[in-house]
C-alpha cells in the first residue's frame, strides 16, 4: 500500500506560479512513474505531466513550456513547478504513483489539491 500526499494548490491570478509537490510512503519496492492529472469541473480527468525513474518525462500540449515535472527519487517526492498559469489550468490536480510492489505494479493516487486561476 501507498499513500500520496499532495500539498501546494491554492488560488493564483493568471500569469502566476504555483509549485505543487507529491509525498509518497508505504510499502513498494520502488515507484516507476510519478505523474500529475487534473480534473476541471464537467471534465475527465487528464494527464498534465509523468517523469520515470531515470528522469524521462511527458507533458500535455497545453503545459509545455510552463510546467516542469520533477522527482527526488531519495526522498519519493514529486514536484510540479506551474508556471504563467491560465484560467484553463483550473481543477483539482492529483498525484499519481505506479509503483512495484508483491503481485504489482500498482497505481496508487493522492487525495488531490484544488488549483484556481480566476478569469
Known amino acids: 500500500q501507498v499513500q500520496l500526499m499532495e500539498s501546494g494548490g491554492g488560488l493564483v491570478q493568471a500569469g502566476g506560479s504555483l509549485r505543487l509537490s507529491c509525498a509518497a510512503s508505504g510499502s513498494f519496492f520502488s515507484i516507476n512513474v510519478m505523474g500529475w492529472y487534473r480534473q476541471a469541473p464537467g471534465k475527465q480527468r487528464e494527464l498534465v505531466a509523468a517523469i520515470s525513474s531515470v528522469g524521462s518525462t511527458n507533458y500535455a500540449d497545453s503545459v509545455k513550456g510552463r510546467f516542469t515535472v520533477s522527482r527526488d527519487n531519495a526522498k519519493n517526492t514529486a514536484h510540479l513547478q506551474m508556471n504563467n498559469l491560465k484560467p484553463e489550468d483550473t481543477g483539482v490536480y492529483y498525484c499519481?504513483?505506479?509503483?512495484?510492489?508483491?503481485?504489482?505494479?500498482?497505481?496508487?493516487w493522492g487525495q488531490g489539491t484544488q488549483v484556481t486561476v480566476p478569469s
Open positions: 499519481n504513483a505506479h509503483a512495484v510492489w508483491i503481485g504489482g505494479p500498482y497505481d496508487y
